[in-house]
């Protein structure tokens, strides 16, 4: 088993679509969580830490089971420019590394 | 203004060539990480320090070296020995505490000509 897991893509979605992905981690020692976006040949960035109690950004709500082990994103109104790899991110506290899901590719259309 | 700065974006290597990355921060982050990431595939991790003259191993670290002589810069040597070296290689720096995320710089393109 894969200590992140993420929902195969891609995710085709018209524009003003609801849209939410799904990660599960192995570790149940794991102690941070968060959700990055990648555009397609650049790095990486931060979109959003997942707290226990939920957290929202704007159109972007993230939310976090530790029984059952499975973070979770959601977008609404998607607009076009949310077009982008997902990345779920885990810490395990194991000395600083994180691991990183495959990635779930969202592709938004007009 | 405080980031990551990799270079240089797009290298070439030669076989039986060494290459070196130059990854810099201006965060005063104590940890710092590379990452290579094939097309397709997730991130995997090939080497970390958490604070100066320390590193360790990550997941994919032969055919690698890195050295942490200063807080601010971890380079990567990419040896001969890495037999596969074609990728995205990524830097990342963080605040050491759980709850931080890392951040990264904006990575270099290594071909094998």
């Not at chain 1, 794991?30 to 990055?36: I, N």
């Not at chain 2, 032969?62 to 200063?70: H, I």
Request: glycine residues 8%.
């Amino acid at each position: 088993r894969k200590e992140v897991e993420q929902d195969p893509g891609p995710f085709n979605v018209p524009e003003g679509a609801t849209v939410a992905f799904n990660c599960t981690y192995s570790n149940s020692a794991s102690q941070s969580f968060f959700w990055y976006r990648q555009d397609c040949r650049k790095e990486p960035k931060l979109l959003m830490s997942v707290y226990s109690s939920g957290n929202e950004d704007g159109r972007f709500t993230a939310q976090l089971n530790r029984a059952s082990q499975y973070i979770s994103l959601l977008i609404r109104d998607s607009k076009l420019s949310d077009s982008a790899t997902y990345l779920c991110v885990v810490n395990p506290n194991q000395g600083g590394k994180l691991i990183f899901g495959q990635g779930t590719e969202l592709s938004v259309k007009p | 203004d405080g980031g990551i700065t990799q270079s240089p974006k797009y290298l070439f290597r030669k076989e039986g060539q060494n290459v070196t990355l130059s990854c810099e921060q201006n965060l005063n982050h104590d940890a710092m990480y590379w990452y290579r990431q094939d097309p397709g595939q997730g991130l995997r991790l090939i080497y970390y320090s958490q604070i100066v003259n320390d590193f360790q191993k990550g997941d994919i670290a032969e055919g690698y070296s890195v050295s942490r002589e200063k807080k601010e810069s971890f380079p990567l040597t990419v040896t001969s020995a890495q037999k596969n070296p074609t990728a995205f290689y990524l830097c990342a720096s963080s605040i050491e505490r759980v709850d931080q995320p890392q951040h990264f710089g904006d990575g270099t393109r290594l071909s094998i000509l």
